[in-house]
């Protein structure tokens, strides 16, 4: 096995900055004592060997890594957590949701397979919206700013209109936003797996990029 790291992304370290430690912790006791932590952001040169295998939790992040740097490959930390055996996962007693699978890694099937795999194990019921998995539509987050703020938040408004469920499964930071601006609640799978509320917190859409620029400078 090459060399093997671990990159939370810019969002999630802005989301909760303490859940990278937290996952790097548990990896590094069930999966990989040598891992260690990658937090150069995916649009600068990682600066890695070729070879090494990067555990993403962000979709843009993956298709990022994956594409625009020799020799690198990608793997999602759902794939890694549901290969695992034994783990404890909390039990929401059926409770029913929808899901909006990321637009990055539309073409990944085994991501959107290990998701639902981890849901189910979670005993969460999910009904699923018409444009899901492979054909799942972009939240509207990734028009911005090439269209104004006003116009994005309207295909926000309209993804999630399409979510059968006022509940709503996500995984990546930036989904947290669209749904809540489009009148969903909800839950990323990260807080799912750990028992925390998914908190929408900075949402507004050019606040939202701002801080993420901010963070990408430095990283």
């Known amino acids: 096995m090459g060399k093997i790291v671990f990159n939370p992304g810019c969002a999630l370290s802005i989301y909760k900055p303490d859940m990278e430690h937290r996952i790097l912790d548990f990896l590094q006791r069930h999966y990989h004592a040598e891992l260690v932590m990658h937090n150069i952001c995916c649009r600068h040169d990682p600066q890695l060997e070729k070879g090494t295998c990067i555990i993403n939790v962000c979709a843009g992040c993956d298709r990022r890594f994956r594409t625009l740097y020799e020799g690198i490959t990608t793997v999602s930390l759902w794939e890694i957590l549901d290969q695992m055996d034994g783990l404890d996962y909390p039990d929401y007693q059926g409770a029913v949701m929808s899901i909006h699978d990321p637009c990055p890694i539309r073409?990944?099937?085994?991501?959107?397979?290990?998701?639902?795999?981890?849901?189910?194990?979670?005993?969460?019921?999910?009904?699923?919206?018409?444009?899901?998995?492979?054909?799942?539509?972009?939240?509207?987050?990734?028009?911005?700013?090439?269209?104004?703020?006003?116009?994005?938040?309207?295909?926000?408004?309209?993804?999630?209109?399409?979510?059968?469920?006022?509940?709503?499964v996500v995984y990546c930071v930036s989904c947290i936003k669209s749904m809540h601006i489009g009148g969903k609640k909800p839950h990323h799978l990260l807080d799912l797996l750990v028992g925390e509320d998914t908190q929408a917190q900075i949402y507004e859409t050019k606040a939202w990029h701002d801080a993420l620029d901010v963070y990408i400078a430095e990283h």
């Not at 795999?117 to 090439?146: T, V």
């Not at 116009?151 to 006022?166: D, G, T």
């Open 107 to 168: 073409q990944k099937p085994q991501v959107h397979h290990a998701v639902r795999s981890l849901l189910k194990k979670m005993r969460i019921n999910l009904i699923e919206a018409p444009h899901a998995g492979e054909k799942s539509i972009c939240c509207g987050d990734n028009f911005y700013p090439k269209l104004p703020v006003s116009k994005v938040n309207q295909l926000m408004k309209k993804r999630a209109n399409e979510m059968p469920c006022s509940d709503v």
